[in-house]
């Protein structure tokens, strides 16, 4: 069975930084593309980064360039994304999934709540 | 950037229902569209790839179509599971979504 587990969310002031984590099982990691896609509260979906199989080359929304760095542990079959400079709009409910087009496995979810 | 319209917002309609959903983008994406069912408190799961392709385990009453920059989601005979949001996404250049419909009773 394929399994997303995503961790790390939770509340951080504005500048404060958070480090997600998503443990993969159930299929070979290290042979898909992955993403973070996250979904603000009430509001639509927004992808936010993705990376290669082999986390060779990273892609990010122009809202979270230069702020958040995805990465990935393909002996861990793990997958992070390190978010710092944190801003109240990134409030959101952030998921990992995979594919490298369209995304067809995807975790529960982890909350990240930016407030002072 | 792509920019994914979704059309209506909001829906309403009865079990048995044929529903029409309508996702327009702002340039042509040819096939490049997916679309997704998300219900309350859970994530969004794949209905349709590659514009018109049922993803595996996906009921049939599910169908995609278009082309370009204009597609359709439609329901054929709406059951009670099918009350959710659906969004349209596009993979032609980055991923962009729709802002969502939501198909409620």
């Known amino acids: 069975e394929v399994r997303l587990v995503e961790s790390g969310g939770g509340l951080v002031p504005p500048g404060g930084s958070l480090r997600l984590s998503c443990a993969a099982s159930?299929?070979?990691?290290?042979?898909?593309?992955m993403n973070w896609v996250r979904q603000a509260p009430g509001k639509g979906l927004e992808w936010v980064a993705g990376t290669k199989r082999d986390g060779g080359e990273t892609y990010y929304a122009d809202s979270v360039k230069g702020r958040f760095t995805i990465s990935r542990d393909n002996a861990k079959n793990s997958l992070y994304l390190q978010m710092n400079s944190l801003r109240v709009e990134d409030t959101a409910v952030y998921y990992c999934?995979?594919?490298?087009?369209?995304?067809?496995?995807w975790g529960q979810g982890t909350p990240v709540t930016v407030s002072s | 950037d792509i920019q994914m319209t979704q059309s209506p917002s909001t829906l309403s309609a009865s079990v048995g229902d044929r529903v029409t959903i309508t996702c327009r983008a702002s340039q042509s994406i040819s096939s490049s569209l997916a679309w997704y069912q998300q219900k309350p408190g859970k994530a969004p799961s794949l209905l349709i790839y590659a514009a018109s392709s049922l993803e595996s385990g996906v009921p049939s009453r599910f169908s995609g179509s278009g082309s370009g920059a204009e597609f359709t989601l439609t329901i054929s005979g709406l059951q009670p599971d099918d009350f959710a949001t659906y969004f349209c996404?596009?993979?032609?250049?980055?991923?962009?979504f729709g802002q969502g419909t939501k198909v409620e009773i």
């Open positions: 999934a995979t594919g490298e087009y369209y995304f067809y496995y």
């Open positions: 159930g299929f070979a990691f290290g042979s898909y593309w």
């Open positions: 996404q596009q993979y032609n250049g980055y991923w962009t």
